[in-house]
């Protein structure tokens, strides 16, 4: 993988720590405006009508928060092992990334919110684009 696509990956990574930033931070009633704007649109819910104070919605939303900044950092930190390991490390993050996608996007339809289908597709798209442009899932030589 060039310098060019090792550093969309940087920059890809540090785009989902950032997002999960957001969501931790509607884990507080101070710091949780951008959390129920995304919400409010993803649900199609009307303005103001998000109850983040109902039990266990807060812990949900920081907990979520939590998990995406640490897959973000797990992948940013790992990069250069995935690098040196190859074509077999890229099919695994990749086949995890669809698994990711797929249940996502089903339980986000289920429960309402399946326009968050939309975002999810642009990360992962954002994520194929180095990876196949790079030619990182063929073995070496190939």
Known sequence: MSGLWK????????GVILFGVVLAAGGLPA????VTALYTLLGGLAPGTLN????GMRFSIALMGAVTIGWGLTMLLLLPAIHAAGAPAWRGLTLALA???VIDGALSAVTGFALNI?????LAVAYLVPVLASGALRPAGR
């Open 7 to 14: 550093n969309w990956m940087v920059v890809w990574c540090g």
């Open 31 to 34: 710091t949780d405006g951008a």
């Open 52 to 55: 983040l104070d109902a039990p």
């Open 99 to 101: 698994a990711w996608y």
């Open 118 to 122: 939309v975002p999810n597709t642009a």
